[in-house]
Each structure stands twice: as C-alpha cells, then as structure tokens.
C-alpha cells in the first residue's frame, strides 16, 4: 500500500471523510425538500450547499480520472475542504430556520396579545355605549325612596310582590326600576326582596317567641316553611330554629 502522510493510511481517513461529506449533504437535501414542501422558499445556504455538493463531485471526478484512485491527495485535499464548508452552509440554514420559527412565534403572540386588547376595547366601548334608561333621573334620590318603602312601608311582606308595583310607586318604568336595582344597587330584584323579608324574619323570631317558624315565614311574605328554610340559611347562614335558639340564649346570658 502506498505510504500516507497520516499516521492512518488515506484509504481509511477517505472513507470516514466521505461518509461524513455524504452524511451531511443528505441532511442538507433532506432540509432543502422540507423547506421547498414547506413554503417554496430557498435560502441561499442551502443552494451554497448543493453546489458545494456538485462541484466536489466534480473535482473528485477529475481527481478519478487524473489519479485512477479515490486515495489520493488532491481527493483527499478536496474533501477537507469541502466538507467543513458544507457543515458551514448547513449550520447557518438550520440557524435561519430556527430564526424564522422565531419571528413567527414573535408575530403570533403578538397577535394573540393585540386580538385580546381589540376585545377588551370593544367589550368596553359597548358597555360604554349601551342605552341607559336613567338618564335624567336623579338614582340617589330613587334609592331613597326605594329604601323608605321597603323599610318604612314594608311592602316586601306582600307576597304578591312584583317589579311592576314597585315600579309604579316609584313613578318608574320596569326597565328604568330593573336597572336601578341591578346596575345601580347591584342585586337582583328578587334577592332584594328576599334580604328584607329575611331582616324583619330575624327580628320576628327573637322578639315573638311563641309565633311558629312556619307562621313567621308567612308573616314575611315567603309562601312556604321549606323555601324560608333555605333562603334564611343561605343569607345567615344558619336555619331559622338554630338562628332563634342561640339568639335567646345569648339575651337570657
């Protein structure tokens, strides 16, 4: 065998130079055909990259024919050269890919960002500009009224109760008195009713000892003992007999 300047003969150094070379530019082509499926777009590292590619194998033809060997030096010297320029070309093509993966996350966030505030904006300007059916009507003043009736008159303890009497005696329309109620004092209609039955429950039971559970139910206005039951429970978070118990307890201590 022919001598070599490398301690390993060039037979054994040319094959794992061109498996390398050819290792590398079968992943170039790989990615070249994934990014020409994926977008039709070609960098120019990866057209660097197939013409690195053509012209060693040119030249390692002329080597061919010149030598009648692939253990050569001018082979040899070809493919040192043209193998880290081609790791070259492809590392700088990944880089650009990875750069573009990148941007597009970038963009996307961006969007999702800006497609929130769009909403946000939109949500407020139509709050914003939604109809009111209080304008020109002093709410404060309606407040006033609203509580003198429920608290002085009473007028929760008619059972029959229904936003359109409550709306007459406040010289309102139903939907000005519903807004009234929900946007301004921020409950419902009905839950409004039922806290005020509940308040006058509470001090029926402390102060009428003999009465029934059942009969202050129907003083309030509530129309049975099982829907007083819950309704109390779930505003003072006791039940009727419990709440009484322990409220004549603490008076007799």
């Given amino acids: 065998m022919v001598s070599s300047f490398f301690p390993i003969p060039r037979q054994y150094i040319a094959i794992s130079y061109t498996f390398l070379y050819v290792s590398i530019t079968i992943l170039a082509l790989i990615i070249a055909f994934v990014k020409l499926e994926d977008s039709l777009k070609q960098t120019p590292w990866f057209i660097l990259s197939i013409l690195c590619l053509l012209l060693f194998e040119i030249l390692n033809l002329f080597s061919y024919e010149s030598f009648d060997s692939h253990d050569g030096k001018i082979y040899l010297f070809f493919l040192s050269i043209f193998l880290p320029a081609n790791a070259y070309f ?18 996307s966030a961006r969007l999702i960002t800006r497609l929130k505030t769009d909403i946000t904006s939109s949500n407020q300007q139509e709050t914003q500009t939604k109809k009111s059916h209080l304008i020109g009507i002093n709410t404060e003043k309606k407040i006033e009224e609203l509580k003198n009736l429920f608290q002085s008159e009473k007028i929760h303890l008619d059972e029959e109760l229904r936003l359109s009497d409550l709306s007459a005696l406040l010289k309102l329309n139903a939907h000005q008195t519903s807004e009234l109620i929900n946007q301004i004092m921020g409950i419902s209609f009905a839950d409004l009713i039922k806290q005020y039955r509940i308040e006058d429950a509470k001090e029926k039971l402390i102060k009428e000892k003999d009465k029934s559970i059942l009969d202050i139910a129907l003083d309030c206005g509530f129309t049975s003992k099982s829907v ?26």
């Fill in 90 to 107: 492809i590392s700088q093509a990944i880089q650009v890919k990875l750069q573009e993966i990148e941007q597009t996350e970038t963009v």
């Fill in 228 to 253: 007083f039951n819950d309704a109390f429970k779930n505003q003072v978070g006791l039940p009727p007999s419990q709440f009484r118990k322990q409220s004549l307890k603490k008076e007799s201590d």
